[in-house]
């Protein structure tokens, strides 16, 4: 694989089953998609759903390295989920697992597959409070101002 590595950063949540583990497990598989490292890694924050139902969600945010371009990188997102369990009987219903890509470099994209940056990114405490803790760069002071009375808190220290 001869493409330059991207810095990526990708969103995980889950409110079905043993959301943390499975989020957990998520990460370690990001780690293994061909040319791709996670870098860096968020703790587990538990979020009531937003825009959504069911239980809360457990969420993270990793930063990782990849040579995948984006599409094939959403490509392998959606096929973890699939692994993962993941159904889609209507918007926003419970998950198994949910992967977004948040930012892939400094891509702008707009398709019927995939928008970049992630077009709802700015309004969720769930993205952003993690975002903010791996990359701060990236998350400006109004934004962070903007989601405040979202139900956000840590679930779990990773130790990372």
Do not use: K
């Not at 998609?33 to 809360?56: E, F, H, I, K």
């Not at 094939?72 to 692994?83: M, R």
Request: hydrophobic fraction near 45%; glycine fraction near 6%; charge should be negative.
């Amino acid at each position: 694989m001869s493409r330059e590595a991207v810095v990526a950063f990708v969103g995980l949540g889950a409110n079905l089953g043993d959301a943390a583990a499975c989020v957990i497990t998520a990460m370690s598989d990001l780690d293994r998609l061909v040319g791709t490292r996670v870098t860096c890694r968020s703790r587990l924050y538990r979020s009531a759903p937003y825009q959504a139902s069911g239980p809360d969600f457990i969420n993270a945010v990793v930063e990782i390295s990849t040579r995948l371009s984006a599409p094939d990188l959403l490509v392998a997102l959606q096929q973890l989920e699939l692994t993962a369990g993941r159904v889609r009987p209507y918007p926003n219903a419970p998950r198994t697992l949910d992967l977004d890509l948040l930012l892939y470099g400094s891509a702008c994209v707009v398709s019927s597959q995939l928008t970049l940056p992630h077009p709802r990114m700015m309004e969720r405490a769930f993205v952003l409070i993690p975002l903010a803790e791996i990359a701060p760069d990236r998350v400006d002071a109004a934004h962070l101002a903007a989601i405040h009375g979202q139900d956000i808190s840590v679930f779990h220290d990773l130790g990372s």
